[in-house]
C-alpha cells in the first residue's frame, strides 16, 4: 500500500496543492490549499483513494461510508464502488449542508440502503478544524446510525483531531501535511 499512497501523493501534490493567500471553510487563513476534489475526480486518483480508503476500513464492521455533499461526494463514490469490486460491499450516503427544500425534507441521502443502529464511516477530504465532520456526524447520528470511524485524506494538523477527540472520534487519516509532501517527492 506504500506505493499507492505514494502515487496518490504525487497526484494531490501535482493536481490539488496550490499556494497563495487562501480562506478555509474554517474561517482560517492559510498559505495553502489542498482542493482535494481535483484529484478524487481524477480517474487514477479516484481509484487510488477507494482502494486506500478501503484498506484502512478492512479491519471495522461497517456497512456503509458516507460524507458532508459536495467535498465528499467522490469519495464515498470512489469507496463504494471499490468495495464492491473487493468483494465486500458498503453503501454510500452523502449528508446535506441544508435541508432538502422539497420532498422528504432531509439531512442524509441514501438511508434507504441502511437500517437504524447500523454502523458507518465518516469520510471526509482535508481536516482543519474538524468542524464540517463533526457537524455531518451529527446528522449521521440523528439518522439512528452509529459512527464507527472518522477518515480525512488529509490532516492539516491544525486542531480538527483533537476536536473530533473531543466529540469521541478517532480521525484516521491517509496523510498529515509533512507525510504527504515526504511521500510525494
Known amino acids: 500500500m506504500l506505493e499507492l499512497k505514494r502515487r496518490l501523493a504525487r497526484l494531490l501534490v501535482e493536481k490539488s496543492?496550490?499556494?497563495?493567500?487562501?480562506?478555509?471553510?474554517?474561517?482560517?487563513?492559510?498559505?495553502?490549499?489542498?482542493?482535494?476534489?481535483?484529484?478524487a475526480l481524477h480517474a487514477e486518483g479516484a481509484w487510488l483513494i477507494g482502494t486506500l480508503f478501503n484498506d484502512m476500513l478492512k479491519g471495522?464492521?461497517?456497512?456503509?461510508?458516507g460524507g458532508m455533499t459536495m467535498g465528499a461526494d467522490p469519495l464515498v463514490s470512489a469507496t463504494t464502488v471499490i468495495s464492491?469490486?473487493?468483494?465486500?460491499?458498503?453503501h454510500g450516503l452523502l449528508v446535506r449542508k441544508e435541508a432538502k427544500g422539497h420532498g422528504?425534507?432531509?439531512?442524509?441521502?441514501?438511508?434507504?440502503?441502511?437500517?437504524?443502529?447500523?454502523?458507518?464511516?465518516?469520510?471526509?477530504?482535508?481536516?482543519?478544524?474538524?468542524?464540517?465532520?463533526?457537524?455531518?456526524?451529527d446528522r449521521v447520528r440523528?439518522?439512528?446510525?452509529?459512527?464507527?470511524?472518522v477518515c480525512a485524506i488529509l490532516d492539516r494538523e491544525e486542531g480538527g483531531r483533537e476536536k473530533l477527540q473531543e466529540a469521541g472520534y478517532d480521525l484516521l487519516a491517509l496523510f498529515t501535511r509533512k507525510e504527504l509532501v515526504d511521500l510525494a517527492c
Open 104 to 137: 422528504t425534507g432531509q439531512f442524509v441521502e441514501g438511508l434507504g440502503n441502511f437500517s437504524a443502529g447500523d454502523s458507518v464511516a465518516m469520510l471526509e477530504d482535508v481536516v482543519t478544524t474538524g468542524g464540517s465532520l463533526l457537524k455531518a456526524c
Open 17 to 39: 496543492y496550490r499556494e497563495g493567500d487562501f480562506v478555509l471553510a474554517s474561517g482560517r487563513r492559510s498559505d495553502y490549499y489542498f482542493d482535494c476534489r481535483v484529484t
Open 60 to 65: 471495522l464492521d461497517i456497512k456503509g461510508v
Open 142 to 149: 440523528a439518522a439512528d446510525l452509529s459512527i464507527a470511524a
Open 84 to 90: 464492491h469490486e473487493q468483494g465486500r460491499p458498503l
